[in-house]
């Protein structure tokens, strides 16, 4: 059974439609100005197909736990992949959630003006308005008790949270959430399992906040370990 995402139900905003996008493993919750679905459908389904096919030509893209090269006929979205991991030192994958939010999110804004799409705690967001994104840490006694605002100037922008309790991600640290900010969301995603893995209590905190200040493009982290959170960088953090 599919866990349950019950985060999706807190601080959604009343100013737009929901919908759901699902192809296999892919689960996307979108908000948009009007319905999008089918548009959504279709690029779910293309920039699917880009990452499965390339993964028949070179099966390490899907395994790897490391950086590893792309091929230079690559589709963007691999690419965007390959530069998240070497940039993070991770394997490609744990760039494909941000990657896959971004790039459907950015086609969809030819139809509206706004949109957040969010994958598996991975979201891409471009709104004409600030916004508060809550942070579920899962049983932290902090979990959707603080949020980062989004300022509408700053979007569009990619808010990616790994956890090393919480969903089927591969994580091998115990963070209950590692929050990246990046306007590049699949290096987000990337730099949020970097930082995961380094975390393996309060104690590592600080450096894991060290590793993702390093990396070219992060603008902010925030690390929750059980009752204990740290954050750096260019970030509102809010009470909700």
């Known amino acids: 059974m599919a866990q349950e995402r019950i985060y999706r139900q807190l601080y959604k905003a009343k100013d737009l439609v929901y919908f759901n996008v699902k192809v296999e493993q892919t689960d996307l919750d979108i908000a948009a100005r009007s319905m999008l679905?089918?548009?959504?459908?279709?690029?779910?389904?293309?920039?699917?197909?880009?990452?499965?096919?390339?993964?028949?030509?070179?099966?390490?893209f899907l395994i790897s736990l490391t950086p590893i090269p792309c091929f230079p006929d690559a589709p963007d979205i691999v690419r965007r992949m390959c530069y998240a991991a070497q940039m993070a030192g991770v394997g490609p994958m744990?760039?494909?959630?941000?990657?896959?939010?971004?790039?459907?999110?950015?086609?969809?804004?030819?139809?509206?003006?706004?949109?957040?799409?969010e994958n598996g705690g991975d979201?891409?967001?471009?709104?004409q308005q600030d916004r508060?994104?809550?942070?579920?840490?899962?049983?932290?006694?902090?979990?959707?008790?603080?949020?980062l605002r989004i300022?509408?100037?700053?979007?569009?922008?990619?808010?990616?949270?790994?956890?090393?309790?919480?969903?089927?991600?591969?994580?091998?640290?115990?963070?209950?959430?590692?929050?990246?900010?990046?306007?590049?969301?699949?290096?987000?995603?990337?730099?949020?399992?970097?930082?995961?893995?380094?975390?393996?209590?309060?104690?590592?905190?600080?450096?894991?906040?060290?590793?993702?200040?390093?990396i070219e493009g992060v603008s902010g982290v925030v690390i929750i370990v059980e009752d204990k959170f740290g954050a750096w960088g260019d970030i509102y953090l809010v009470k909700l």
């Open 37 to 60: 679905r089918k548009e959504a459908l279709q690029l779910v389904k293309r920039y699917r197909k880009d990452i499965e096919e390339y993964i028949k030509r070179d099966r390490s």
């Open 151 to 214: 300022l509408a100037k700053d979007t569009p922008v990619g808010i990616c949270t790994s956890s090393g309790k919480i969903g089927h991600s591969l994580s091998f640290g115990k963070a209950d959430a590692v929050m990246i900010l990046s306007k590049d969301t699949a290096l987000a995603d990337a730099v949020a399992t970097a930082v995961g893995n380094i975390v393996k209590g309060a104690d590592d905190m600080q450096k894991g906040i060290d590793y993702a200040r390093r």
């Open 123 to 127: 979201i891409f967001i471009k709104s």
């Open 132 to 147: 508060v994104v809550g942070i579920y840490a899962g049983d932290s006694p902090l979990s959707n008790k603080i949020g």
């Open 94 to 117: 744990a760039a494909v959630a941000g990657a896959i939010s971004e790039f459907v999110g950015r086609e969809l804004l030819k139809f509206s003006d706004e949109i957040i799409v």
